[in-house]
């Protein structure tokens, strides 16, 4: 009942023109590197619609999503459930092996997961797409990795690189905001798709439709060879 006295708030609102804010859930990872840009881009064209950025992983922005906690979120859309959400995706992206450029793998043209298994690791938080991601290759490898930490903070990720013989996974993407770092490929390359969520069977309101749209044409991630 709560829900749709709120749906028809929203439609209410957007009859009488008022905008809406609009709450939306971003991987910790990319909040320092693409939302600058996006956020100062949409303020300028929708200066009447207020964002406001949550930090959260894909798995836990997806549930906020289904809770109505969140309007949208930006996920790896290998989460992504056609019953509970609607979804498009933005675009393609891809791991690397981010090393400090004097650890010896950073002269390699590339790298395999046999070869990083070995390695002493930094892997995302372990309730991460990202990491679910790598660690069931290991786990059909048959492979164990050498895991040192989990996090989900960049600082963290690159003390890490700098200060030990540490090897990560980064975005291909997240690499050209981080030139102190070599992205070395992975072979086989590993493929994500990353793409916005929001809840099926709730009302959309305008701003978080003008937001999805906006979105949508933004370019977030660079064109894949």
């Known amino acids: 009942m709560l829900r749709e006295v709120e749906a028809a708030k929203q ?8 905008r809406q804010p609009v709450s939306v859930g971003i991987p910790p990872l990319w909040g320092t590197t693409f939302f600058p840009d996006l956020l100062h881009d949409f303020n300028e064209k929708y200066p009447d619609i207020h964002l406001t950025f949550y930090e959260y992983g894909s798995a836990r922005a997806a549930s906020l999503v289904q809770e109505e906690e969140l309007d949208v979120a930006l996920v790896n859309l290998s989460l992504n459930d056609p019953d509970k959400f609607h979804s498009v995706c933005i675009g393609r992206d891809h791991f690397v092996a981010a090393v400090d450029p004097a650890h010896p793998l950073a002269k390699q043209e590339s790298v395999t997961l ?14 991460s797409v990202q990491n679910h991601s790598i660690r069931s290759r290991f786990d059909r490898m048959g492979v164990v990795p050498n895991i040192l930490i989990y996090t989900s903070q960049i600082y963290t ?13 980064f975005y291909a993407s997240l690499l050209q905001d981080h030139p102190d770092l070599v992205g070395i490929p992975i072979v086989p390359r590993i ?17 978080t439709e003008a937001f999805i749209s906006f979105v949508k044409d933004y370019p977030l991630f660079p064109e894949e060879p």
Request: charged letters at 20%; aromatic letters at 8%.
């Open 191 to 207: 493929e994500q798709k990353v793409g916005l969520i929001w809840r099926k069977g709730k009302y959309t309101a305008s701003s």
């Open 11 to 18: 439609q209410l609102h957007d009859l009488g023109g008022i």
């Open 114 to 127: 046999e070869e990083l298994a070995a390695q002493p690791l930094v892997m995302y938080n372990t309730d």
């Open 157 to 169: 990720m690159k003390s890490m690189l700098h200060n030990n013989t540490c090897v990560s996974f």
